[in-house]
């Protein structure tokens, strides 16, 4: 028996949520909508519709680009690759090939190829005998991000898709839901004996996933098929599969498409686009704190364990709402990680305020009573009189008098401020 190691690749489509489509102005929210009813000439594809570029999904597709550590082009056009399938109403899908707005970039140690901006297609929904067409989708912006074959596991490709799902959330860009398809999987996976160098003359792409769980299954699934069938003398074929949930494996859907297939050519109706540096260090402003250095931050700012600061940074309203409660400044934020972590409170229902408050009912806190303070006012007459004199120690030695006598349940900040307004 001869052993073998995975090759992977992946591509990842994910649905831009701008206010309006790519190349015309219809809503680009359509999930859940009555079918048929965002759309118009240019999404339709009628004859002599002309399209014009959504310049919010360009910067937002750049931004994408930056997040990742990719080189945006300083020129980028749009190319027509054309196949025929009735979700296309014009035959071909504006998308682009070889001026994509980002090349290169990397989330841990994978290597991005790419990142483009493209158009969605339309939907088919089939029902007993008919297969009906929804064009609420056609025109929606999608941007493609596809991977070098850098992946070698199942656990690698999965811990790939989280970090990229948790940016592309992060930057605010796309709701990234699996489930309703605004994120969606394609990996593409062929294996070579242990020790070979070189990648192998075929690869095999698996469909549009709408899930993590799915995707690992089915690269499984598929390097397992693909070492049975080079252990018994046959080499895998270069096709397109899909992937069955219910059945478990993937299904052969067409041979794979070369380049040359799709007849790319420039989109004659959308001139290049090209890009000033200027442009582009606006829109890297425009990039909010990501989950990586947010992690740190929590670590250092709030002396938070590694494993609490992954937790709270998970999401951007999850690391925000912390951050809030945090601010209220009653009770420790070491206190507070625990407590959200803990009992997972309601983030849509409650307010910060209201959750501190009912952290120091819980009677876990002590609160910083007048009480205490006035007490070490009176018992520290010297320090009181020398932070009078403009010494900011005697201060800190005040503080540090209030956190003993409190045992330490108490936090810094909050006690600072209430010594402040009794010093004033
Ligand atoms: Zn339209
Ligand atoms: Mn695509």
Same mark, same amino acid.
């Given at each position: 028996?001869?052993?073998?190691?995975?090759?992977?690749?992946?591509?990842?489509?994910?649905?831009?949520?701008?206010?309006?489509?790519?190349?015309?102005?219809?809503?680009?929210?359509?999930?859940?909508?009555?079918?048929?009813?965002?759309?118009?000439?240019?999404?339709? &594809?009628?004859?002599?519709?002309?399209?014009?570029?959504?310049?919010? @999904?360009?910067?937002?597709?750049?931004?994408?680009?930056?997040?990742?550590?990719?080189?945006? @082009?300083?020129?980028?056009?749009?190319? *027509?690759?054309?196949?025929?399938?009735?979700?296309?109403?014009?035959?071909?899908?504006?998308?682009?090939?070889?001026?994509?707005?980002?090349?290169?970039?990397?989330?841990?140690?994978?290597?991005?190829?790419?990142?483009?901006?493209?158009?969605?297609?339309?939907?088919?929904?089939?029902?007993?005998?008919?297969?009906?067409?929804?064009?609420?989708?056609?025109?929606?912006?999608?941007?493609?991000?596809?991977?070098?074959?850098?992946?070698?596991?199942?656990?690698?490709?999965?811990?790939?898709?989280?970090?990229?799902?948790?940016?592309?959330?992060?930057?605010?860009?796309?709701? +990234?839901?699996?489930?309703?398809?605004?994120? *969606?999987?394609?990996?593409?996976?062929?294996?070579?004996?242990?020790?070979?160098?070189?990648?192998?003359?075929?690869?095999?792409?698996?469909?549009?996933?709408?899930?993590?769980?799915?995707?690992?299954?089915?690269?499984?699934?598929?390097?397992?098929?693909?070492?049975?069938?080079?252990?018994?003398?046959?080499?895998?074929?270069?096709?397109?599969?899909?992937?069955?949930?219910?059945? &478990?494996?993937?299904?052969?859907?067409?041979?794979? %498409?070369?380049?040359?297939?799709?007849?790319?050519?420039?989109?004659?109706?959308?001139?290049?686009?090209?890009?000033?540096?200027?442009?582009?260090?606006?829109?890297?402003?425009?990039?909010?704190?990501?989950?990586? @250095?947010?992690?740190?931050?929590?670590?250092?700012?709030?002396?938070?364990?590694?494993?609490?600061?992954?937790?709270?940074?998970?999401?951007?309203?999850?690391?925000?709402?912390?951050?809030?409660?945090?601010?209220? &400044?009653?009770?420790? +934020?070491?206190?507070?990680?625990?407590?959200?972590?803990?009992?997972?409170?309601?983030? %849509?229902?409650?307010?910060?305020?209201?959750?501190?408050?009912?952290?120091?009912?819980?009677?876990?806190?002590?609160?910083?009573?007048?009480?205490?303070?006035?007490?070490?006012?009176?018992?520290?007459?010297? +320090?009181?009189?020398?932070?009078?004199?403009?010494?900011?120690?005697?201060?800190?030695?005040?503080?540090?008098?209030?956190?003993?006598?409190?045992?330490?349940?108490?936090?810094?900040?909050?006690?600072?401020?209430?010594?402040?307004?009794?010093?004033?």
């Amino acid at each position: 028996m001869n052993t073998y190691e995975p090759i992977i690749g992946l591509e990842i489509h994910v649905e831009l949520k701008t206010k309006s489509k790519m190349f015309c102005g219809c809503p680009a929210s359509h999930f859940g909508k009555k079918p048929n009813t965002q759309t118009c000439p240019v999404c339709l &594809g009628l004859p002599g519709a002309l399209p014009v570029s959504n310049k919010k @999904a360009i910067e937002w597709t750049i931004m994408l680009g930056l997040a990742l550590e990719g080189n945006i @082009a300083e020129i980028s056009k749009f190319d *027509r690759k054309h196949y025929f399938y009735p979700d296309l109403p014009k035959g071909y899908q504006i998308s682009q090939y070889d001026q994509p707005l980002c090349r290169g970039g990397t989330i841990g140690d994978i290597r991005i190829h790419r990142v483009h901006l493209e158009e969605d297609t339309g939907k088919l929904i089939h029902t007993n005998n008919t297969t009906l067409v929804d064009f609420n989708r056609s025109g929606v912006p999608l941007v493609e991000i596809v991977t070098e074959p850098d992946i070698h596991s199942t656990e690698q490709a999965r811990e790939f898709l989280k970090k990229l799902h948790q940016t592309v959330r992060y930057l605010g860009i796309s709701d +990234a839901d699996m489930e309703k398809g605004s994120m *969606r999987l394609e990996p593409n996976i062929s294996v070579r004996k242990t020790g070979e160098k070189g990648l192998p003359s075929y690869k095999v792409e698996v469909k549009n996933i709408n899930s993590f769980r799915f995707v690992e299954k089915a690269i499984h699934f598929e390097i397992e098929r693909q070492m049975t069938l080079l252990n018994n003398g046959e080499k895998p074929k270069q096709e397109t599969r899909g992937w069955s949930e219910g059945k &478990g494996i993937t299904i052969s859907q067409r041979s794979k %498409e070369e380049a040359a297939d799709y007849r790319y050519f420039p989109e004659p109706d959308i001139p290049p686009m090209r890009f000033s540096r200027h442009q582009i260090s606006d829109v890297r402003r425009q990039i909010p704190e990501l989950p990586d @250095a947010k992690r740190q931050r929590f670590i250092k700012t709030y002396s938070l364990s590694e494993y609490d600061a992954n937790l709270l940074t998970e999401t951007r309203a999850l690391a925000d709402f912390f951050e809030e409660c945090v601010k209220i &400044g009653k009770v420790p +934020a070491k206190k507070l990680a625990n407590w959200i972590i803990n009992k997972k409170p309601d983030m %849509e229902n409650v307010l910060p305020a209201a959750l501190v408050k009912s952290i120091l009912e819980a009677g876990n806190v002590i609160s910083i009573s007048d009480d205490v303070i006035k007490q070490i006012l009176s018992d520290n007459p010297k +320090a009181v009189e020398d932070y009078k004199k403009g010494k900011q120690q005697a201060l800190m030695f005040l503080v540090g008098a209030v956190m003993r006598q409190m045992k330490g349940k108490g936090s810094a900040e909050e006690i600072k401020k209430m010594l402040l307004s009794k010093l004033q």
